[in-house]
């Protein structure tokens, strides 16, 4: 399905008004994952819900192989495809600034041009800083090879004003969904139900379809998701560590880079790096395994998009540690840092926002648990 | 599918007792052929709509709380039966129960905690997580992998018993009839309830207003078989689970949503915007089952249920939204029911109210006096605008007219031999137990406890 013809905010609203009221009525997949418990506390859904709603659900598909109603029982009812579309309805709705969220509408041509993009400029600015000679030389560790072809100032410039720009676009993201969902500020940063939104986001915990594991790709639970996640998530946390630990290196004690390769940056990049291979690999594989009923088509391409920077990244950043001393060196730190740049800039505007709505949402719902339930009698 | 094949047992169903049957005699060294009318989307019979088992239990088990003994269950099912009911057969699917849990648990089945707004089941009925199709799901991939024989749309056309010994089954798959041999034969194919010629035997005319809540192909062809062969019945084509549901449901398979919690909190009219039944009798889940057979005696089998802006929101949720007015007169003609009628059914109810405290969560104080019928609790004066209405209808669940079995399954014959190798569970016979009434979460129980008591005979019968 081309994106173009994805339902409209309002359309899906009002579909959602529909199956939510069935499962509202029904309330046989409560144990499955939090999006139940927090449908049953109302008795009708505005847009602000179904956001919220939407972006409790991670797809993973028990309701729908549950589900008594689903098709082709005439209500034809397919709760997760309706989530999946609902959240892209709110990667585009609460985009920072708002025109981009038209990133949203073929996501995976914007994050591949991005890329194309990236990769383009940094080619050219190394072929202007450095010379064929300098950009096709071996050098040693000793030598200070990255800085031969590339100055440290650019790249701090480059990719602290791109991470700067990045953390402010999520946050203007978050406080616009946050204001969505009517709950104050103050409430998110209420130390209980973050610290649980916290601890339920670390360790996956609603990927696990109420004890067996996701119906994903297929209808045996397994969880296979959850680890593919978790090795990429954790991969790219130490990735960013190993990035951190560097500049402390570099700006407290001076130490330039390339580091040896027992040293710790090196250490929590490879780490880091082979999650950042299996987990993605992983996460694809299971993709195009994945059972056509319960996915938006049309979100494909943002998916793998994502997906495949992420592992362009590990990739090329395996690479690069691994032949910096030859010849080829050049053209994977260009090709390296081409890709982290996209991978930056694009992580606003692509399948990389859900961990902030995700977030958001978990810690509302820890919000509302604490909150009584309305006032409905037993059936 | 190799029909022709030599199966030790042949199950005629699809649902939870067929499954657990088919399961059972499997894991004895049986090789099984299940046969399930439905397509696979579908199959499971009314099982898939179902969400949990009333379970005895002598100390917390699994998710359930406290204790249910025996005794406990058996009184509860002596009330809603009126005393219509086989002892020593009631008696063994409550025993057995609770051996049930763990066996379903190892056979796939996950549990949860009861779901909103089902508390008073928390300590008698443990929920399937995801409710009866993801039991269904998960003991279908159990069976595969087992190794039973499995064939969807398949439906059994003709059975060859003779003298109560069960021969072979002709069923019609892809458009071929095929005979099928057997050792022995399960029967548990479920009710008749989604035959509608034969819902209007028993009913007359009434029945075409019936909603079936349930699977829409319990055509009843196994029971009518096996009653032509000779098989003793148990109940009567009238009885059943009938509940009243919200008129707007589909006319089969509507389940669980298209129930109405209201009726306790207001008022219920017929046609001729009268009252014909206390509201307030008794809490809602025990009197639930009542209002289907009560609105079926209406004239066009119909009622409204009746609340003021005071109830709305104060129960389950229902699926369609209410008929909603400013004025009771408004609401009446939204109803089609004629104002003036409606206005004076109200005021005189309004007026027969005794003030009390009003708390529906115990049998409280506010009745009315001096009309007919009462309200016996919570009557509260519908005075507060906007009104609401919800049209109800009989809804069927499942019907108990059935074979006789005894304790080992066996069905019997009309002389009260047993048939040597036929063996029923399920709704097909549950009448033995449930002559009348409901009670939550029984179906299961005796489906499963009978499933596996079936598997385990026809299997030891089988293999000899």
């Not at chain 1, 594989?285 to 590990?314: C, H, N, Y």
């Not at chain 2, 299940?34 to 088990?61: C, Y």
């Not at chain 2, 499942?398 to 009260?416: C, H, I, N, P, S």
Request: proline share 5%.
């Amino acid at each position: 399905m081309p994106a173009a013809e994805a339902p409209g905010l309002q359309a899906l609203v009002e579909e959602a008004q529909r199956v939510l009221s069935i499962c509202n009525a029904c309330r046989y997949c409560e144990g499955y994952c939090a999006v139940f418990p927090a449908l049953e506390r109302r008795l009708s859904f505005t847009e602000g819900d179904v956001h919220y709603l939407a972006n409790l659900c991670h797809n993973c598909g028990s309701c729908l192989y549950a589900c008594q109603y689903a098709p082709p029982h005439e209500f034809q009812l397919n709760f997760p495809r309706l989530m999946a579309q609902a959240r892209n309805q709110t990667y585009r709705h609460y985009a920072w600034p708002a025109f981009l969220g038209r990133a949203f509408e073929r996501n995976g041509w914007v994050v591949s041009l991005a890329t194309a993009a990236c990769l383009a400029l940094v080619f050219a600015f190394t072929a202007w800083y450095a010379s064929p000679e300098r950009f096709f030389a071996a050098w040693s560790d000793a030598q200070g090879s990255f800085y031969a072809v590339l100055p440290h100032e650019a790249l701090v410039t480059a990719f602290g004003s791109a991470f700067l720009y990045v953390l402010f676009a999520l946050a203007m993201s978050f406080n616009r969904f946050w204001a969505g969902t009517g709950e104050r500020l103050a409430d998110f940063l209420h130390p209980v139900p973050l610290a649980a939104a916290k601890w339920d986001a670390a360790g996956l915990r609603y990927l696990d379809g109420g004890g067996d594991g996701c119906t994903y790709p297929d209808e045996k639970p397994s969880f296979a998701r959850r680890h593919f996640h978790h090795l990429t998530f954790y991969g790219f946390m130490l990735c960013f560590a190993a990035t951190s630990v560097a500049t402390v290196y570099h700006y407290v004690f001076g130490w330039k880079a390339p580091y040896p390769m027992a040293s710790l940056p090196v250490v929590l990049g490879v780490l880091g790096g082979i999650g950042l291979v299996i987990g993605p690999v992983g996460l694809l594989w299971l993709k195009s395994r994945r059972d056509a009923e319960l996915v938006d088509p049309s979100q494909d391409g943002m998916d793998a998009g994502f997906i495949a920077l992420l592992l362009l990244t590990s990739l090329t950043g395996l690479a690069l540690l691994f032949l910096r001393e030859t010849r080829a060196m050049g053209m994977l730190l260009a090709a390296h840092l081409g890709v982290v740049l996209a991978l930056f800039l694009t992580l606003p505007y692509g399948k990389f926002v859900h961990a902030v709505y995700r977030f958001a949402a978990l810690v509302r719902f820890h919000i509302e648990r604490r909150r009584p339930l309305p006032d409905v009698a037993a059936e | 599918m190799d029909f022709s094949r030599d199966f030790d047992l042949l199950i005629l169903g699809g649902g939870n007792a067929a499954l657990c049957a088919a399961i059972t005699a499997r894991e004895a060294g049986a090789s099984v052929l299940l046969v399930e009318s439905a397509p696979r989307h579908f199959r499971g019979g009314n099982s898939r709509h179902t969400r949990n088992m009333r379970t005895m239990h002598g100390a917390p088990l699994d998710v359930l709380a406290d204790a249910y003994p025996e005794q406990e269950y058996w009184e509860d099912l002596l009330k809603v039966t009126g005393g219509l009911t086989d002892e020593r057969l009631a008696r063994l699917a409550i025993r057995r129960t609770e051996e049930h849990l763990p066996w379903m648990r190892r056979h796939g089945v996950r549990f949860q905690a009861p779901l909103g707004g089902t508390l008073h089941l928390a300590r008698t009925n443990a929920f399937f997580l995801g409710g009866g199709k993801a039991l269904v799901n998960a003991y279908y991939a159990c069976a595969e992998a087992l190794g039973v024989d499995i064939a969807y749309e398949c439906e059994v056309v003709d059975m060859s018993v003779v003298d109560g010994r069960f021969e072979s089954a002709t069923v019609l798959h892809a458009g071929a009839e095929h005979r099928v041999r057997a050792r022995a034969c399960v029967a548990a194919a479920g009710g008749f309830e989604s035959n509608l010629e034969w819902l209007r035997e028993a009913w007359g005319p009434p029945a075409d207003n019936f909603i079936i809540r349930g699977t829409p192909y319990n055509l009843g062809k196994v029971l009518k078989l096996l009653l032509a062969a000779g098989a003793r019945s148990v109940s009567d084509p009238t009885q059943g689970h009938c509940v009243a549901i919200d008129a707007r449901s589909p006319k089969f398979d509507g389940g669980i949503v298209t129930r109405v919690d209201a009726v306790s909190l207001g008022i219920v009219v017929n046609r001729d915007a009268r009252r014909f039944y206390d509201e307030g009798e008794d809490f809602w889940p025990k009197r639930y089952a009542i209002w289907g057979r009560l609105v079926a005696g209406q004239p066009d089998q119909i009622g409204y249920a009746i609340i003021d802006a005071k109830s709305m929101g104060k129960f389950m949720p229902p699926v369609f939204p209410p008929v909603r007015a400013g004025t009771l007169g408004e609401l009446a003609r939204a109803l089609g029911l004629d104002a003036a009628s409606l206005e004076a059914t109200v005021a005189g109810f309004n007026a027969a109210i005794v003030r009390g405290t009003f708390d529906h969560t115990r049998l409280d104080d506010c009745a009315t006096r001096g009309i007919e019928p009462p309200k016996r609790h919570w009557a509260r004066a519908i005075d507060t605008p906007p009104f609401f209405a919800y049209p109800l209808r009989p809804g069927i669940t499942f019907t108990y007219l059935g074979v006789a079995v005894d304790e080992k399954a066996r069905m019997l014959m009309q002389d009260g031999r047993p048939a040597s190798n036929i063996f029923a569970a399920g709704e097909i016979m549950a009448g033995n137990v449930l002559g009348k009434g409901y009670l939550a979460g029984i179906g299961m129980a005796i489906g499963t406890t009978f499933g596996r008591i079936a598997g385990e005979e026809a299997a030891r019968h089988a293999r000899g």
